[in-house]
């Protein structure tokens, strides 16, 4: 038997044990919850990200549908198991998720790079050339107005 044919039906509103399952509903949802995506929903993710070249992890356009699918998973499990959605644990669960999977991506969704040496160069040569011609011309300047006081 599986962790979400596990569950019981819950007490209807307005009886005695109504609040109190709520609660329980809510807290006791740890363990078999847990289990539950871990097992159906990251084991999914897991496979269809190993299919995805690691390279295209921090592309979001690559990864938002699996990502989608990720979190319905989540709800649907916690739906299924009468669980708030959501809680702590899915907090968590993709606090994880995101530490193993998109730990190196930056929020733009792509790896920060230096540009090319062809682009980059110019912007690093034109600034010393022009120090180098200003402070030649100042001192040119300087020596030529010398001799006409």
Same mark, same amino acid.
């Given at each position: 038997?599986t ?12 009886t ?6 709520r609660?329980?509903s809510?807290?006791g ?8 995506? @871990?097992d ?9 990200m190993? @299919? ?6 921090c592309?979001?356009?690559d990864t938002?549908e699996l990502?989608? @699918?990720?979190?319905?998973?989540t ?6 198991m ?9 907090? @968590? ?5 995101h ?44 020596k ?6």
């Amino acid at each position: 038997m599986t962790a979400l044919q596990q569950t019981a039906a819950p007490p209807l509103p307005g009886t005695a044990n109504w609040p109190v399952s709520r609660c329980v509903s809510a807290l006791g949802c740890g363990p078999h919850y847990e289990y539950a995506i @871990e097992d159906f929903c990251l084991g999914k993710f897991r496979l269809d990200m190993q @299919e995805l070249d690691q390279r295209h992890w921090c592309s979001w356009e690559d990864t938002v549908e699996l990502y989608g @699918e990720l979190t319905n998973c989540t709800y649907l499990v916690a739906l299924k198991m009468d669980c708030f959605w959501p809680n702590r644990l899915v907090d @968590e669960f993709f606090i994880r998720v995101h530490r193993h999977y998109f730990h190196d991506c930056s929020l733009s969704g792509r790896l920060p790079m230096d540009p090319p040496n062809r682009i980059l160069g110019p912007f690093i040569v034109v600034p010393i050339l022009v120090t180098l011609l200003m402070t030649a011309l100042v001192v040119w300047r300087s020596k030529r107005s010398e001799g006409i006081v």
